[in-house]
């Protein structure tokens, strides 16, 4: 049972290329989420999804898309990369409200 | 939207005092106040939570307290040790969870 993991661990890209974050749950979770982190600002919600098909957007969803083809799948897509979206992206997975997280990708935009 | 406030950013703390974080926030449908403990490099794990039916919840050395009608919860660390270092958010949900902007929390030998 690996929980929430996430592919990369680490990417630096250079200004307008794109990429695409996997987070995969093996706890058949309906609810998945990604984060950005920033220093000083929490995690803000960029797009979440409450089950296979579906996605809804959050705080700040302004130059990713997402996808939840499967369920145990939920994939975050940069399509032209900012510096501004350097940060450290955590996906989420949740049954009910308790959110489980995964380890992190840090993304650096040049 | 909801919007969480997280008040101290930083807090020190000699070992065995005890912390006290403080969060208050802005939507009245919120009904789930997590709260989640990050060391340096790792990922957000979930400490306590409460919903919006309790006013308060302890485990062990933690405790959380919600006040619905103020709008604001906060977490209690008793008996502090240096392992509880590290930065804690809350976190307010509705439909999706809207985080504070964290405290550092520095427990002193």
């Known amino acids: 049972n690996a929980g929430v993991t996430q592919t990369p661990k680490f990417r630096v890209l250079k200004t307008g290329q794109s990429m695409t974050l996997l987070c995969a749950q093996d706890?058949?979770?309906?609810?998945m989420y990604w984060y950005r982190q920033d220093p000083g600002m929490g995690l803000r919600l960029i797009h979440y999804s409450v089950g296979e098909g579906t996605t809804a957007k959050g705080e700040v969803p302004d130059g990713y898309n997402v996808s939840r083809l499967k369920k145990q799948n939920f994939l975050l897509g940069l399509e032209s990369a900012a510096p501004s979206q350097t940060s450290v992206y955590f996906c989420?997975?949740?049954?009910?409200?308790?959110?489980?997280f995964g380890p992190g990708t840090r993304l650096t935009v040049t | 939207g909801e919007n969480v406030e997280q008040h101290p950013s930083t807090l020190s703390v000699q070992e065995g005092d005890s912390a006290v974080i403080k969060c208050t926030y802005s939507?009245?449908?919120?009904?789930?106040f997590p709260w989640y403990k990050q060391e340096l490099g790792k990922r957000p794990q979930l400490i306590i939570d409460?919903?919006?039916?309790?006013g308060e919840k302890k485990d062990q050395r933690i405790a959380v307290t919600l006040n619905k009608t103020a709008k604001h919860f906060s977490l209690h660390i008793t008996e502090t040790q240096p392992e509880d270092s590290a930065v804690y958010f809350c976190a307010a949900s509705d439909n999706d969870m809207r985080f504070g902007a964290g405290t550092r929390l520095t427990v002193k030998p």
């Open positions: 409460i919903r919006s039916n309790v």
């Open positions: 706890m058949n979770h309906e609810y």
């Open positions: 989420a997975s949740s049954y009910s409200h308790e959110q489980y």
């Open positions: 939507d009245s449908a919120s009904n789930y």
